[in-house]
């Protein structure tokens, strides 16, 4: 990828804007932390899902990227952030993916990338330092397991069906009790692994106390942490 913008917050987190071919655009984040150092990267430009809170899927779906444009992306970022920090070691301990897409729905360049990422002549990262992060394309998360066994996020947004059928409209075909059975089979070889669920705070739409009491029962139906996550508007949208 050909770097558009690079944008270097006063926390250190890091935002690049990145073309690829065909003249489109994805967006790659780095941040940083004292334990560690956490990419975010895209799998797709676009997005299918039209989430209504999100602003990738308002921007409507272009095409899923090869692995090559997902593993170049790290490439990219490592030798930025080497130059930025001015050391060999590694930088970059993490990664997500939870840029722009649905990684699930490109489901084989995915999983390539990120079987490139831990093989031990390329990045050499662990299982559980790589995070796929999902809106719940429940077959494939069965498919992840059989093939690539990585940690897993789940964008929950909401603790009930009509709410999720709102900022989710996936949840209308793979509701909130069939993603948790995927998500109770895919942890069920492990007593230490968790999944992350990710609950972005929409007021007065899903962020309620009744919400909480919902969502707490939930979790104790499988092993988890939540993520609450700060809404950030754009033009155009009425959430907050």
């Known amino acids: 990828p050909d770097i558009i913008s690079d944008n270097l917050s006063v926390d250190g987190t890091r935002k ?22 956490t990419l975010c990267v ?8 039209n989430c209504s809170f999100c602003a990738t899927g308002k921007q409507g779906y272009n095409r899923n990227l090869t692995t ?36 699930l729905m490109n489901f084989d360049n995915v999983v390539a990338a990120m079987n490139i990422m831990q093989d031990d002549f390329c990045f050499g990262l662990s ?4 995070t796929l992060s999902t809106a719940g394309v429940v077959p494939k998360i069965e498919q992840l397991k059989q093939e690539c066994p ?15 059928n709102v900022l989710v409209p996936l949840n209308r075909k793979y509701n909130i009790e069939r993603l948790l059975d995927a998500c109770n089979r895919y942890v069920a ?44 508007p754009f033009a155009g949208i009425e959430y907050k």
């Open 42 to 49: 895209s799998s797709q430009v676009g997005c299918t899902l």
């Open 68 to 103: 090559a444009e997902i593993v170049g992306q790290v490439w990219l970022a490592k030798h930025l952030l080497a130059q930025q920090y001015q050391t060999d070691k590694r930088i970059v301990s993490n990664i997500v993916m939870m840029g722009m897409g649905e990684p």
């Open 189 to 232: 070889d492990s007593q230490r692994a968790r999944i992350t669920f990710e609950y972005v705070m929409l007021e007065g739409v899903n962020d309620e106390l009744a919400h909480a009491h919902q969502l707490a029962a939930l979790m104790k139906t499988v092993p988890g942490k939540v993520n609450l996550i700060p809404y950030n």
């Open 127 to 130: 299982k559980r330092r790589i």
């Open 150 to 164: 990585v940690s897993l996020a789940v964008s929950l947004h909401a603790p009930n069906d009509e709410l999720r």
């Open 16 to 37: 690049w804007l990145l073309q690829v071919p065909g003249k489109s655009a994805i967006e790659m984040v780095f941040i940083p932390e004292e334990s560690r150092g």
